[in-house]
């Protein structure tokens, strides 16, 4: 299969990878079709998800079976009035009727949006008016129907609602029941969605304002065989793990794209809460292949007794969603073996920047930039940053070759598109630097950044430090503003357990001498608060933002 897309998929370097990578993208590419579809015709059994929940029922679906639920879950929504362009989101968690249903849509042509079983009503009326949703497929979870239901009278009375599970209420479509009924043939149809049609939508996480739509095609997924075969390294038969949520891009990098067109099967772990003893017997158990998760997650693995499973079939563990600290890195090496692989992007793209596996890894450093994009780090006059210097991450001359995996648009808002999509240069809103090596050091989204008495200071390099101390379970640094000084720094912590430490002043003071003397003096935390756990978002990233809000400590964004 990946020979169709690759003429070459074989290199023997980053630079040879750089220079020659390319994709081999057909007319009117369809993920559904092509590779689902195609693979199921070249064997109908070959394994394509192993599904787990927290009670250790295990499913599994071939290639086959996923080609004939996805085309009853495509009657299904079509005898719904679903049609080509229609937009249908999805609360789901990690249901099988995640991936049926995404590969119904796109059969018909719909415009899936995946979402986070963690929205409101507020959250679920603003996204139905503005994207124009159709309907909405959700899980039977009490707390997801009652937020549905709030919601609905605000909502088009022609919205449509289906359920998934035992828990139907009045008035909403039983959807497991339906889809029991509905055939399992489909005629694709002759205008069928390919190509530059719209496919995927993104809501951002909305930080700074509302959120924005990301619009994907149907090209996306190939955008994501870097992610998946040159960063993961996923293989043909082999089980891949992503901890993610189905309302996240995690899902779309990890769970579903560049994983089915490589042939890897993908595993589900469908968890209501996360566990780290149940994680590390999920792995054991499925028997992995690779493994992918966000930095926090592996923070709390590394606390365990790792010693007492076996993990000699997993190959590689790769890390995204936020940086990665160096001490994260050497004690998971130390515990397993292992290196951790990191890798960067974001909603709008496929995989930007990673490790790729033919240079040493330099624990910190994200890797070099995918060949899929032609990415720089660049000053606030758009000039190319000296090696050393931190700067804004772009992709360049997008006007003269839309790269595989970015992003078409911010959907129905044109200032955003005007104030990110310049003039043929996608500006990424991340900043970081390159070193003499070539690669690349993550600092932090731009409106992260602390200015601290004319200094700049990145909150990642600060976290990194206080992760290295004893007492630190997991940290969040934020800006907190100051009369003197415009912005200070801030550590909100985490204690470790069973360590003997206690929050109080004297332990305040020995966090900060830690950190003035792992990093430059300036960057220590001027304000310390511990607190019982750091607010996250649905895939494991520490929401700053929050941070900064709940603690009345909201600062202005710096300026560069």
């Not at 035992?166 to 909403?172: E, H, I, K, L, T």
């Not at 995927?200 to 930080?207: A, D, E, K, P, R």
Request: charged share 25%; proline share 6%.
């Amino acid at each position: 299969m990946i020979e169709r897309y690759l003429p070459h998929t074989d290199f023997s370097s980053y630079e040879d990878f750089k220079a020659h990578y390319a994709v081999n993208v057909p007319p009117r590419f369809n993920f559904a079709y092509d590779v689902v579809d195609g693979w199921a015709e070249q064997d109908d059994a070959k394994p394509a998800l192993v599904w787990m929940d927290d009670q250790d029922h295990i499913q599994r679906y071939s290639f086959g079976e996923l080609k004939r639920l996805s085309n009853q879950a495509a009657n299904l929504l079509a005898a719904q009035g679903i049609r080509k362009g229609d937009v249908v989101m999805l609360i789901l968690r990690q249901r099988p009727e995640v991936w049926i249903t995404m590969l119904a849509l796109n059969k018909i042509g719909a415009v899936v949006i995946p979402a986070s079983f963690l929205l409101t009503a507020k959250d679920i009326v603003y996204r139905v008016k503005a994207a124009d949703i159709r309907m909405i497929v959700a899980v039977d979870d009490a707390e997801i129907l009652a937020h549905l239901m709030e919601a609905l009278p605000d909502c088009p009375k022609s919205l449509t609602c289906a359920i998934v599970g035992g828990n139907v209420p009045d008035g909403f479509l039983d959807y497991r029941a339906e889809l029991e009924k509905a055939s399992p043939e489909w005629e694709k149809p002759a205008d069928f969605a390919g190509g530059n049609d719209p496919m995927l939508i993104y809501f951002s996480s909305g930080t700074t304002g509302m959120p924005k739509m990301i619009l994907h095609d149907c090209t996306h997924p190939l955008g994501h065989i870097v992610t998946a075969k040159y960063w993961q390294h996923v293989e043909e038969g082999g089980l891949h793990l992503t901890a993610s949520d189905s309302g996240w891009a995690k899902f779309g990098w990890g769970k579903i794209y560049g994983q089915w067109i490589c042939g890897a099967v993908v595993a589900a772990y469908d968890t209501n809460k996360f566990d780290p003893l149940h994680m590390l017997h999920v792995m054991e158990t499925l028997q992995l292949t690779t493994f992918c998760a966000p930095a926090t997650l592996y923070r709390f693995l590394i606390k365990e007794d790792l010693a007492k499973y076996d993990f000699s079939s997993i190959k590689q563990c790769s890390i995204a969603g936020e940086p990665l600290n160096p001490e994260v890195f050497n004690q998971w090496k130390k515990l397993t073996g292992m290196e951790l692989v990191e890798g960067f992007g974001q909603s709008e793209t496929s995989v930007l920047i990673a490790n790729f596996g033919w240079d040493p890894i330099k624990p910190g450093s994200t890797g070099m930039f995918s060949p899929l994009y032609d990415a720089e780090i660049v000053d606030e006059n758009g000039r190319p940053c000296e090696d050393g210097v931190v700067g804004r991450i772009v992709v360049r001359h997008t006007d003269k070759r839309h790269p595989l995996g970015l992003f078409r648009e911010y959907y129905r808002d044109p200032a955003a598109m005007a104030a990110s999509w310049p003039a043929g240069t996608y500006d990424t809103g991340d900043m970081a630097w390159r070193d003499g090596d070539g690669y690349i050091w993550f600092v932090g989204r731009s409106d992260d950044i602390i200015k601290c008495s004319g200094y700049r200071i990145g909150p990642f390099e600060v976290e990194s430090a206080l992760m290295e101390h004893p007492s630190v379970l997991e940290c969040a640094v934020t800006a907190a503003p100051d009369p003197t000084r415009g912005q200070v720094v801030k550590a909100t912590i985490v204690l470790a357990k069973g360590r003997g430490y206690e929050p109080c002043d004297e332990l305040v003071r020995e966090l900060q001498d830690h950190v003035k003397r792992i990093t430059a003096p300036y960057k220590y935390p001027r304000l310390i608060e511990f607190v019982d756990a750091l607010p996250k978002t649905a895939s494991g990233k520490i929401r700053h933002s929050a941070i900064r809000q709940q603690s009345g400590n909201e600062a202005p964004p710096a300026k560069n």
